[in-house]
């Protein structure tokens, strides 16, 4: 057995053998060897050698705890530490003091993965303290992205009007409802109301009141005295109103309109539509939907290889592009697109060409179901672990599928419908991964080939497709507790072969066929008022497209609609104020 060195010289440590100094913290006494620690950190180097002279034995250090010393010795000879999060922070901040990074790392490391609403203030406060870029970054970021659970902690009354003005003002705020950030202003200010009242114009100037609606300005907003009492406040609610006027009026030409009380966050999530058949050819197109916006932006990367009829999955920080067909080749390779660099790579190619292939994500893996290899209807479906990059077999479907469509839900990979080689289907199985075996379900109501399927509101919705004679507008859900179907409103647009996904609560049908046209339509759908709604149009039409959600970027910014080329409306009385002609 080889021991590490390590252990030798910490067995000789506890047996004060060839020590040649005391480190004394509180009433404390530690013997070390220099030269142990001296390895392990500058401070103490310094302290033996420059602050100190030769033959100098005992060495008082001040400032911390001797729990914080004994385990910076501890890891000074052993490379290991104990972090818990009673310890933590102060041991960080011992670290620190010691110049003892690789403890510092490990602390910020242990308390970022303790972030949570009520705390994560504190700790982005406890970074200016013990400088941690790092961690820094990720606590405030967790408040921008988490803002609406964390008004409601203890933390968020303690915030000085400083930094809640500069969380408020950001873009990047995530907030579903703008009406969140007047609340946060007010429960602010009722803590301590006495010394905050007078911060209300600073702060209620980073509301963005045109994002709300002219009755929750006129019941929530001019009911509360504050603002009643502020010619600032009265000034900005009037120019919100101004504006929510002029975007009524005007529709749907202005419905982006950009200002500094009008100007839409970053949304968390961005739709994006992803290749397709686009005037008689393949494309590699990629457009982003900005959900906040209502706006398309392309974000399409020309050195990738045009392909339709294929999935799309989104997976830690990635999009996976899987199968498909060029005009030449049905594919069973996958493409993983970097959203952080924008750039292509090839990863493990599926056993099985699949051409109308249906995608899905269930426990961070990614399972591809039936389709079509260039011969073949296919019944054969595989699943890929990209921490082993490898696909697997799984059981075979009750049904040959091309042309389907699946989602997850419960636990379970659902797909719907397609086409066998001789009709359009309406049938419908789950697939149970804990016993590797499909279930049929009750049937749909009507056969759906070129479908969309997607798990929302704890149903799966299947929408539009092609049931052999037409395109369908037709909707209906299917509720597992009961194994039953119910027809939902139709679409406003008949469509087959589209892209299907659900971002902010809301379901978005985008592209397609509708029986005589590509389209670039986009619409959706709102389970609590059963009700189809039009969106920002794509700029490409396409069919045979797929649709992915992607979240947590760190460069959501370079997805999102340009904040700045929104256009933009002034008020008469700002017209006025900046000279502009009328």
Known sequence: IVRHKSSVYNELRLQ??????????????????????????????????????????????????????????????????????????????????????????????????????????????????????????????????HFEEVVPCEEFLQLSVHDLTGILGRDDLNVRKESTVYEAIIRWIAHIPEEREGHIAVLFSTVRLALTSAEYIRIHVLSNELVRNSTECLQVTHNAIQTLYHIITNRPTVSGLCGPIARPRLPNAILLAIGGWSGGDPTNGIEAYDINADRWINVTNNLERPRAYHGTAFLSGYVYCVGGFDRVEHFNSVRRFDLSTHTWHEVAPMYSRRCYVSVTVLNGCIYALGGYDGHNRLSTAERYRPESNQWSLIAAMNEQRSDASCTTLHNKVYICGGFNGNECLH?????????????????????????????????????????????????????????????V??????????????????????????????????????????????????????????????????????????????????????????????
Request: aromatic share 12%.
């Open 427 to 487: 049938t419908a199985e789950y697939y149970n991964p804990e016993t590797n075996q499909w279930t049929l379900i009750t049937p749909m109501n009507s056969r759906r080939s070129g479908i969309g399927i997607i798990a929302y509101a704890d149903h799966v919705y299947a929408v539009g497709g092609f049931d052999g004679n037409s395109r369908l507008q037709s909707a209906e859900a299917y509720n597992p507790q009961t194994n039953t179907w119910q027809t």
């Open 16 to 145: 004060r053998t060839f020590c040649d100094a005391v480190i004394r913290v509180e009433d404390v006494e530690f013997p070390i060897h220099k030269i142990i620690l001296c390895n392990c950190s500058t401070y103490f180097r310094a302290l033996f050698t420059r602050w100190s002279t030769t033959d100098s034995k005992v060495f008082y250090i001040p400032g911390l705890s001797s729990e914080m010393m004994k385990l910076i010795i501890d890891f000074a000879y052993t490379s290991s530490v104990c972090v818990t999060e009673d310890n933590a922070q102060g041991l960080m901040l011992a670290a620190d003091l010691l110049n003892v990074m690789d403890v510092v790392q490990t602390c910020s490391d242990f308390i970022s993965e303790q972030l949570c609403p009520e705390n994560c203030i504190g700790i982005w406060q406890f970074t200016f303290i013990c400088i941690s870029p790092g961690l820094q970054h990720k606590a405030y970021s967790y408040i921008t992205e």
């Open 489 to 582: 409103s139709p679409m406003l647009t008949p469509r087959s072969n589209f892209g299907l996904e659900v971002i902010d609560d809301r379901l978005f049908a985008v592209g397609g066929f509708n029986g005589s046209n590509t389209s670039f339509k986009v619409e959706y759908y709102d389970a609590t008022t059963d009700e189809w709604t039009a969106a920002c149009e794509m700029e490409i039409f396409r069919s045979a497209l797929s649709c992915c959600v992607v979240s947590g970027l760190p460069n959501m910014a370079e997805y999102a609609f340009p904040r700045d080329a929104l256009p933009f409306f002034l008020s008469e009385d700002e017209e006025v104020e900046s000279g502009d002609s009328v």
